[in-house]
């Protein structure tokens, strides 16, 4: 079993940034498809990132379209550790972030896909 802790969330004026971090323990993650999600109060909760190992150094990187050019997803798989740095954020990018982990099969914006979940790190953009 994957414990997956994020840390780095905040609040920060609109325009601002924010880098978010997950540590993972309890197994080596390098093989492991790594993604961020976000919640808003009263919506679902939705794909952000995600970041696709092809071999230790080699990755693809995937985005949602309201994120795309302004978040960038990393990994460093000697330290089990993912990153998602924020820029240019805006008052809707408020949310709770998670960090997950899939093991197996199914689409990597899904998070029926996911196996492993954070306990999620608060994000406030004030406008």
């Known amino acids: 079993q994957v414990q997956l802790q994020e840390s780095g969330g905040g609040l920060v004026q609109a325009g601002g940034s924010l880098r978010l971090s997950c540590a993972a323990s309890?197994?080596?993650?390098?093989?492991?498809?790594m993604g961020w999600f976000r919640q808003a109060p009263g919506k679902a909760r939705e794909f952000v990132a995600a970041i696709i190992s092809i071999s230790w150094t080699a990755y693809s990187t995937y985005y949602a379209n309201s994120v795309k050019g302004r978040f960038t997803i990393s990994r460093d798989n000697a330290k089990n550790m993912v990153s998602l740095q924020m820029n240019s954020l805006k008052p809707e990018d408020t949310a709770v972030y998670y960090c997950a982990l899939k093991q197996g099969l199914g689409q990597y914006y899904t998070t029926t896909s996911y196996d492993s979940w954070g306990q999620g790190t608060q994000v406030t953009v004030s406008s």
């Open positions: 309890g197994r080596t993650f390098s093989s492991y498809t």
